[in-house]
């Protein structure tokens, strides 16, 4: 990544002194977020840039993010937030650089004050990026704010935060240039003073928009005289910056404007590249006077030997204008000079880009072939499909390797079933080149997987098998990798460890294979029970790199969904929905079965732990839709079977049987009873109708079912699996009468393997249902020498009870009261009934709030009153009394 992405834009001293934004600033030292929002040509850079130097004049540390369209990448995204926040210098000593997902929870922590900067926040698009920004702006501590400049109105929850007083906006009003400043910018021109009338013309005319003050100030440095020229002013903005435009390039030299118009297709100027474009000029006595002599160019910070530029954005865009008019032949050879230059220095990227952008097709794939299968190798999938896409198709059949390629970029950026239709298409499954064919052999099983057939993965993935070695290192370590996933899915785990141990000898460097991995082996530990290993393995494989690679690729989602998923079960929610933030699109894009429903999954309890049953069941609704479009059956039954389980925390058990009828699809779970996959240790029917029966039904028969099941569990090394049957198995004997000792002593062998190896959501996800036995196990401590003298076990257990309860004692009563409770008090209001019905679903005050249109307090009131009339010590406990008396269901 280049550094001049984190270098500050120009220098402000020369400018005029914004002081009305900086005293905006310094009005709202609450607000988490600056927001200069404005078209273009309105001085938001500058603006930024001077509250940058007045913020880290004061003692702010301060970060630089100039955001381009490739930031839509959203691990490529995470990775520029993480190497701002190392700029920072608000990580702990020897954690500068720490996994890139760790750089949210860094800007969360208290400590030094600082801010972060994103200038030319339009570009972004990506939902990803934008959800991960919401999320870094919501938990943005009292020392932190980000400060933003933007064309359009970002979608950032802007007003909840002007709700709060923790957005200041500084608009177009506050941007545009008083009088008094328009008549200071002339005079830092060096032009003489304006009469009055022709100053207040010019600013009126102009509405202070500095991109035309800075023409019309160009069109005077050329003796233009001044009320001739302002009354020429005449139209729209817009129509008045092309007629100054147009003014100052015709009266430049020819040779000033040659070298304008040529390299005017640069994202970044620099003397030596500026040459490449126009050799016939000193190109850096050019840039030097330009700069020195005009607002043609904005400097751009750089720790590199030679200076850098970039032209104002509007300046910028009329030029290329001009350029296609004047010289429309010039710009295909502009273009390739670029990406000569570019190719001379060994920066590929930009060099492809240009290629493509001059429509250089032929070069443009000369340099994708030279380069593709790294950026393969190194897992830069969207990167590739970027371009990919707009190669013409015609122009890629000439290079059927750099199709193969093509196919790999697609099906983990679109999914399998695109990436079956082009491999199908482009007539590559046939080719007699061994190159291709090994790609082929590869991508033939790991399309099937992906689609949801293992068995047919399995037969194709072993006649492939058979071929190798085939003499391509990356594709034959994919196909093993992928059998390794496909032979551990069908319960051949021993078979699984054997390939990936093979996969990893043949690794060579390439960070997918590496990830690929790590990632199933992670899997097959997490399934054995070796969770603290499991979550080892994620982390290698979300963080593997090499030197001149991004830290995250594209292919990461893979990992990234696993290790959320593992940080899930650790309960580190906020980490949780930090990786969910950026991995669940990609997830959602790349259609792997298993990811998109452990996302939803997750995402959807989150949801609902916090209180936000509508978000939870919409989230789950969109899982649904989404194995309808993609064809994915068991997507479809796995949205249902989890809404099912939430209504069975909600104690809804009508609604929870119902739900689970309607997931029952016969074909689906015979099918995940016959294989490992990932999504379905501990979600699939049969588990889901034990807690139902748990909870609602006849514990004793559940309880009967569970140990039947639990040595099959074992035998298959489930462990996983077996100790969330146990937990079950601990609820049922619960519930019955004199089976009590036996549950405790069930529950407390899981929370000895568990204070171990540290999962903890495979019990918190059955709610208060399993808060009986687990405050008897805490109980029985003083009774059980193996569970009092474990400080570790001991600290688990109040870790969990406190998740449980969080306004519980972990030490208190069983907060299921008895029926003998007693109903002190006046009979609830209309309101308090449903307040105590939202209550019971899982709402939390706020989501209570909006459904009731009250304000939170009117909710806080109405749930003390229902606590005293219903003598109730917490929430927890009004729902269970309120449902023992029949007023909620």
């Known amino acids: 990544m280049h550094a001049s992405k984190f270098d500050l834009p120009g220098d402000s001293a020369s400018r005029i002194q914004r002081r009305v934004v900086i005293e905006r600033v310094d009005r709202a030292p609450n607000a988490k977020l600056v927001l200069a929002r404005a078209p273009a040509g309105f001085g938001k850079t500058t603006s930024l840039r001077q509250i940058h130097d007045h913020l880290q004049a004061r003692g702010v540390s301060t970060a630089w993010i100039t955001l381009d369209a490739a930031d839509n990448d959203t691990p490529r995204f995470v990775h520029v937030i993480a190497e701002a926040v190392a700029r920072l210098q608000i990580a702990e000593e020897g954690h500068h650089h720490a996994c890139d997902t760790d750089a949210v929870a860094l800007l969360a922590r208290e400590g030094p004050p600082f801010a972060l900067f994103l200038d030319e926040f339009e570009v972004l698009q990506s939902p990803a990026a934008l959800a991960l920004l919401r999320e870094i702006v919501g938990r943005l501590p009292n020392n932190g704010r ?43 021109r060096g032009l003489p003073a304006l009469p009055t009338d ?71 100027l620099s003397p030596s590249l500026c040459q490449a474009l126009y050799p016939h000029a000193d190109c850096a006595a050019m840039l030097a006077h330009l700069h020195a002599s005009s607002l043609f160019l904005l400097p751009v910070e750089t720790a590199g030997l030679e200076p850098h530029y970039r032209f104002h954005s509007l300046f910028a865009a009329f030029l290329r204008a001009q350029l296609e008019r004047d010289h429309p032949g010039e710009v295909l050879r502009l273009h390739l000079a670029a990406s000569s230059w570019y190719e001379s220095v060994e920066r590929p990227v930009p060099a492809i880009d240009h290629a493509i952008e001059g429509g250089d097709f032929p070069h443009a794939l000369t340099l994708l072939t030279q380069h593709a299968q790294r950026f393969l190798e190194d897992g830069r999938m969207r990167l590739l499909a970027r371009w990919f ?95 390794a996933h496909v032979t551990a899915v069908l319960g051949k785990t021993h078979e699984a460890q054997r390939l990936l141990d093979s996969a990893r000898n043949a690794q060579y460097g390439s960070v997918f294979n590496r990830m690929y991995t790590e990632s199933t082996e992670g899997m097959l530990d997490f399934d054995r029970g070796l969770f603290r290993q499991a979550v080892a393995r994620f982390r290698i494989a979300l963080g593997c ?88 059956p068991r997507v479809v039954a796995s949205a249902r079977l989890e809404r099912a389980c939430l209504l069975i925390r909600q104690g809804n058990a009508f609604g929870a049987r119902l ?4 997931s029952n699809d016969r074909a689906v779970w015979d099918r995940v009873a016959c294989q490992r996959l990932p999504a379905h240790e501990l979600l699939d029917i049969e588990i889901s109708r034990l807690s139902w029966e748990v909870n609602f039904g006849d514990p004793a028969e559940a309880a009967r079912c569970i140990e039947t099941m639990l040595p099959q569990a074992q035998a298959e090394s489930r462990i996983r699996r077996a100790h ?28 000895l393997e568990g204070s171990r190896e540290g999962f903890m959501r495979l019990i918190l996800d059955e709610g208060q249902a399993v808060a009986g036995p687990l405050n008897a196990v805490f109980q029985a401590r003083s009774r059980a020498p193996k ?53 019971a679903e899982g709402y939390s ?45």
Not at 163 to 171: A, K, N, P, Q, W
Not at 179 to 186: A, I
Not at 210 to 233: G, K, S
Not at 659 to 662: C, I, Q
Request: aromatic letters at 4%; hydrophobic letters at 45%; proline letters at 3%.
């Open 389 to 483: 896409s707009v190669i013409p198709r015609h122009r890629l059949r000439e290079h059927p390797l750099t199709q193969a390629i093509e196919v790999w970029a697609v099906l983990f950026t679109q999914g399998a079933n695109e990436g079956q239709a082009l491999l199908a298409d482009c007539g590559i499954a046939t080719s007699d080149d061994t190159v291709i064919g090994a790609h082929v052999n590869a991508l033939r099983p790991l399309l099937l997987a992906m689609q949801d057939r293992y068995c047919e993965a399995h037969q194709i993935g072993c006649e492939g098998m058979a071929r190798l070695p085939t003499g391509v290192t990356f594709a034959d370590t994919v196909l093993t990798n992928c059998m």
């Open 198 to 268: 022709v100053l207040a013309m010019l600013h009126a005319r102009t509405e202070g928009w500095i991109a035309a003050l800075m023409l019309a100030a160009m069109a005077l440095e050329r003796n233009e005289e001044p009320a001739v020229l302002v009354q020429r002013l005449t139209g729209s903005g817009g129509a008045i910056a092309e007629y100054l435009a147009v003014d100052v390039l015709d009266r430049q030299t020819p040779v000033v404007r040659e070298f304008l118009l040529r390299t005017s297709i640069l994202r970044e």
């Open 724 to 751: 969330k049957l146990r937990v079950l198995l601990a609820m049922a004997l619960w519930r019955q009468d004199g089976t009590q000792a036996a549950a405790v002593e069930v529950l407390g062998d899981v929370l």
């Open 545 to 632: 790199t090499r030197s001149g690679a991004n830290r995250y690729t594209g292919g990461n989602a893979w990992a990234g969904v696993l290790y959320a998923s593992a940080m899930y079960e650790a309960n580190e929610l906020k980490a949780v929905e930090r990786l969910l933030n950026v991995y669940l699109p990609l997830a959602r894009d790349a259609g792997l079965p298993d990811h998109m429903i452990e996302c939803h999954a997750i995402q959807s309890r989150l949801l609902f732990g916090r209180g936000d049953v509508d978000g939870a069941l919409r989230m789950l609704t969109e899982l649904e839709t989404l194995g309808h479009l993609r064809r994915l």
């Open 146 to 188: 980000l400060v933003i400049g933007s064309r359009n109105l970002p979608d950032l929850d802007l007003g909840r935060l002007r709700v709060r007083g923790l957005l200041l906006e500084i608009d177009v009003e506050a941007l545009r240039f008083s009088v008094e400043e328009t008549r200071d910018f002339l005079k830092t």
């Open 845 to 889: 005050n706020g989501a209570m709030a909006d459904k009731l249109f009250v304000a939170e307090s009117t909710v806080r009131t109405h749930l003390r009153s229902i606590n005293t009339k219903l003598s109730a010590h917490n929430r927890t406990q009004a729902v269970s009394i309120a449902r023992r008396f029949g007023l909620v269901c």
């Open 787 to 839: 569970l009092n003298e474990d400080p570790i076990l001991l600290e688990y257990l109040q870790r969990l009870l406190a998740a449980l309860g969080g306004d519980e004692q972990a030490d208190g009563p069983d907060p299921t009261p008895s029926v003998e409770t007693p109903w002190k008090g006046d009979a609830l209001t209309n309101k308090e009934v449903r307040v105590l019905k939202l209550l």
């Open 659 to 662: 739900e689970l009828d309607r």
